[in-house]
């Protein structure tokens, strides 16, 4: 008798990361926009980690969306300086006043981050 069985549902139900990334964004929505409402920021406790072990900047916001859905129910770490000033430019430079916003993501297949090609951006 075999101690598997067939694997069924979605691949990105069975992913169990906390954070958003580009391949989540790009398979959830077809490579499209999503629009998506924050919830709060948050910023990560020096020495906090990553599911992988490395470190996070302590002083990089951590947007937290509202939702239980594939792309909302994680976090954004918003490492790019580029994404930290568009948020900044889109819904100005106090981040308590971000809360209940709507923006835009969009997988971006030209952006490099961590090595890897492929990022998130904003419209």
Known sequence: MSDFTEFSGNILESDDSRFLSFDIL??????????????????AEAGSKFENGQ????????????????????????????????????????????????????PDANVGFAGRKGGIRIR
């Open 26 to 43: 790009n398979m959830a929505n077809g490579g499209e926009d999503i629009e998506v409402e924050i919830e709060k920021v948050i910023r």
């Open 55 to 106: 470190p996070m900047n302590a002083d990089v916001p951590i947007v937290v969306f509202k939702g239980e859905g594939v792309v909302t129910r994680r976090m954004w770490y918003v490492q790019a300086k580029t994404n930290r000033r568009r948020l900044g430019n889109l819904l100005g430079p106090i981040i308590d006043k971000w809360a209940g916003r709507k923006i835009t993501l969009y």
